[in-house]
């Protein structure tokens, strides 16, 4: 069974750093895309970064390029979302997403998706 479990979210003042983690069980990283999205209330999921599963390589939407950077670590089946410089309006549930995307940043083309973890920055 695919699962996947995120966590590190919380309370932060505005120009700090969060690290969100997402422990994966059930698929190897070679199988699947993993993506961070988020979501504030009423509007729908925002991709923000993406590790490839065809070419291995990270994407990363334009507006948090330069303040979030996602890794891995394969012998954790974890992957991470460094987020750095932080703004109020990053306030959202986060989420991690596993699946087999022809546009990485498209929520409906994946398979798999955490509970999510509350990030809110404070002004």
């Known amino acids: 069974e695919v699962q996947l479990v995120e966590s590190g979210g919380g309370l932060v003042q505005a120009g700090g750093s969060l690290r969100l983690s997402c422990a994966a069980s059930?698929?190897?990283?070679?199988?699947?895309?993993i993506a961070w999205f988020r979501r504030v209330p009423g509007k729908e999921r925002a991709g923000l970064a993406c590790i490839s599963k065809s070419d291995g390589g990270t994407y990363y939407a334009d507006f948090v390029k330069g303040r979030f950077t996602i890794s891995s670590d394969s012998a954790k089946n974890t992957v991470y979302l460094q987020m750095n410089s932080l703004k109020p309006e990053d306030t959202a549930v986060y989420y991690c997403?596993?699946?087999?995307?022809?546009?990485?940043?498209?929520?409906?083309?994946?398979?798999?998706w955490g509970q999510g973890t509350q990030v809110t920055v404070s002004s």
């Open positions: 997403a596993a699946g087999s995307p022809e546009w990485v940043f498209s929520p409906w083309e994946y398979d798999y």
């Open positions: 059930g698929f190897s990283f070679d199988d699947y895309t």
